[in-house]
T-cell receptor
Framework: AQSVTQLGSHVSVSEGALVLLRCNYS??????LFWYVQYPNQGLQLLLK??????LVKGINGFEAEFKKSETSFHLTKPSAHMSDAAEYFC????????????FGTGTRLTVIP | DTGVSQNPRHKITKRGQNVTFRCDPI?????LYWYRQTLGQGPEFLTY????????KSRLLSDRFSAERPKGSFSTLEIQRTEQGDSAMYLC????????????????FGQGTRLTVV
């Protein structure tokens, strides 16, 4: 069975500071891992994904994440926060068969302080 | 390509009424998914279609819920005898096979339909 735990429902950072959003997963099969961003009253936009291959994946808007199998983690980082990064971020996991039936974490709300 | 389109964006209904939502996926995407998101939670999988076939349903999809994708293009999600607990954002997503292994690895989400049951 697949599940995701996002540590910290709220994270606040100063503009220009490092962003680190934590995600740990549980999966009975080799996982596909995703980070999505959601702005108020909007759908979800894919930031990045890990399927196979390189464990450090780069996404849109300067975000990246590293798949660490030994730690069952897929933490999201960005070197320098921008005001426009303020949003809700969701980590998700699916089985080897692809994007079907994504299991989402409960989300982390990122606040950027000017 | 305008992305995944969902209608209506908002729906307020009285308890006990039936509601139907529509989702138009990205053109030629073979898979279509429905998720439900309640306040403060991540989306929860409800069901998905490959073309017109409904391949998987979550236990969350009670017998009051029914989804269809009759021609493998748009989909509808109907909730009968709505309850206050059905109040949520209903998200639709679609995907297609890409990459050398021809797998559905990325789901594109619509903006959702927010249902309020009063």
């Amino acid at each position: 069975a697949q599940s995701v735990t996002q540590l910290g429902s709220h994270v606040s950072v100063s503009e220009g500071a490092l962003v680190l959003l934590r995600c740990n997963y549980s999966s009975s099969v080799p996982p596909y891992l995703f980070w999505y961003v959601q702005y108020p009253n909007q759908g979800l936009q894919l930031l990045l994904k890990y399927t196979t291959g390189a464990t450090l994946v780069k996404g849109i808007n300067g975000f990246e994440a590293e798949f660490k199998k030994s730690e069952t983690s897929f933490h999201l980082t960005k070197p320098s926060a921008h005001m426009s990064d303020a949003a809700e971020y969701f980590c998700a996991v699916s089985g080897k068969t692809g994007a079907n039936n994504l299991f989402f974490g409960t989300g982390t709300r990122l606040t950027v302080i000017p | 390509d305008t992305g995944v389109s969902q209608n209506p964006r908002h729906k307020i209904t009285k308890r006990g009424q039936n509601v139907t939502f529509r989702c138009d996926p990205i053109s030629e995407h073979n898979r279509l998914y429905w998720y439900r998101q309640t306040l403060g939670q991540g989306p929860e999988f409800l069901t998905y279609f490959q073309n017109e076939a409904q391949l998987e349903k979550s236990r969350l999809l009670s017998d009051r819920f029914s989804a269809e994708r009759p021609k493998g293009s748009f989909s509808t999600l109907e909730i009968q005898r709505t309850e206050q607990g059905d109040s949520a954002m209903y998200l639709c997503a679609s995907s297609h096979k890409t990459g050398p292994n021809r797998m559905n690895t990325e789901a594109f989400f619509g903006q959702g339909t927010r249902l309020t049951v009063v």
